[in-house]
Structure formats: C-alpha cells, structure tokens
C-alpha cells in the first residue's frame, strides 16, 4: 500500500529564513501528491498540488514544491518564511481509485520574528 | 461561496452515549469522506461514499458507522463513544472521475467537530 513519509517533526525557524520540508512517498507509477497545510484552529487547506506536467508546481503564499519522480520525492519549499507561516503541513498522496488520500505525520513549523 | 460544512463544531458526549456528527457540502460532489484526527497526528480515513456505496477502511473500528441520505449531507454516528474516540472529526469531499471539472481529485475540507468524550 502506498505510504507516505515526512521527515521533520518539528522545524523551528526565524522569519527570513528559507525552508525545505521533506516528504517521500513508497511507490512509483501514477501518482498525484498534494500538500495541505493546517493553521492553529483552523482546517485543513490546500497549499498546492501535482498531478501531471511541469514538476516545479506553485502554489498559495509564495510555496512552491518539486516533484522528483526518481527519487520518490514531492519536498515543499519557501523561500523566506514569515511569521504567518506557523502551521502544520502534510504531504499527501492518492492511493486507489476513489481519491483516497493517504497523509504524511504532518511536520510542525514554528517560525519566530 | 462552495464548501462543506460540519456541525456541530465542538460537541461532548459521555462515555457510551451515543452521538451523531454531521458534514453537509454545496459542491454537489459525488464523493464524501471521514477522517478522524488525533491530537498532534495525521488525518486517519475511517470510511467514504462513492454516491451511496459506503466503502469501510478494513481497519476502521465497528462502532463508526455512517450514513449518506443524499448528495449533499453525509452523517458520522458512533455508537458507543470511548475516551479513545476523542478527536477532530473532518468532513471532505470531492469529484470522481466521472465528474471532473475544476479541483479534479481535489479534496475540500470542513472545519472539522472536535469530539470530547467525559
């Protein structure tokens, strides 16, 4: 079964600061991978997606994330984070055909001004 | 504006009382999902209706059930609610296949029913 593995738990960084947040999932073939992000007390929301083209996709406030088919990797990254960008972020695949969305541990980002 | 809606948005419930969540969508997707989110985790699917057929995780305990009376409103009822049932219910929906359009395979979330179990 597809899996889908974040390596950071906790990131804690100054504002200005660039990130990286890691994300690899288990197989190969078609895959669709999204990450969401989850503010404190709010739900969770769409940050960006791939399905199919252009491997460098952008998405909301300034994230932009790499699909790396060779190396299983879909790493989300920013390049000078704000304070605002305090969250919770999952990376996620598809896996089976309705949709079914399979998250990552999620990686908790604390960024001080 | 489009979107899916959960209510209530806090519910407590005592151990073993029975207890009825609710998610109710204006996007007319055919595909309704639950997922269950404990503290400091990730969303874990409990289940999801493909129009009315109800497909069950295999490791989803019995005393989750649902029921989908028609597109738009999707219910989650637990049984016999434990301290462990205690968690963030989110409701999210979307397109299938056969649907397309815009947010193709996209999954639209609700707000979530934090569930405290006394």
């Known amino acids: 079964a597809q899996s889908v593995s974040q390596h950071n738990h906790h990131v804690i960084l100054s504002e200005a600061a660039s990130l990286e947040l890691g994300c690899n999932y288990s197989y190969g073939g078609t895959v669709n991978l999204f990450w969401y992000v989850q503010y404190p007390g709010q739900h969770l929301q769409l940050l960006l997606k791939y399905f199919s083209g252009d491997p460098l996709v952008k998405g909301i406030k300034g994230f932009e994330a790499e699909f790396i088919k060779s190396k299983f990797s879909f790493n989300l990254r920013k390049p000078s984070v704000q304070w605002s960008d305090t969250a919770e972020y999952f990376c996620?695949?598809?896996?089976?055909?309705?949709?079914?969305?399979?998250f990552g541990a999620g990686t908790r980002l604390a960024v001080h001004p | 504006d489009a979107m899916v809606i959960q209510n209530p948005r806090y519910q407590v419930t005592q151990f073993g009382k029975p207890v009825t969540l609710s998610c109710s969508q204006t996007?007319?997707?055919?595909?309704m999902y639950w997922y269950q989110q404990k503290s400091s985790q990730a969303p874990k699917l409990l289940f999801h209706?493909?129009?009315?057929?109800?497909?069950n995780e295999a490791d989803t305990p019995d005393n989750f059930q649902s029921r989908r009376p028609n597109t738009s409103f999707c219910f989650l009822d637990i049984r016999s609610p434990g301290l462990g049932d205690a968690a963030m219910y989110l409701c999210?929906?979307?397109?299938?296949?056969?649907?397309?359009?815009?947010?193709?395979?996209?999954?639209?979330f609700g707000p979530g029913t934090r569930l405290t179990v006394t």
């Open positions: 209706y493909y129009d009315k057929d109800f497909n």
């Open positions: 996007l007319n997707h055919n595909v």
């Open positions: 996620a695949v598809i896996s089976g055909g309705y949709n079914k969305l399979i």
């Open positions: 999210a929906t979307s397109a299938s296949p056969g649907q397309g359009g815009s947010g193709f395979y996209e999954q639209y």
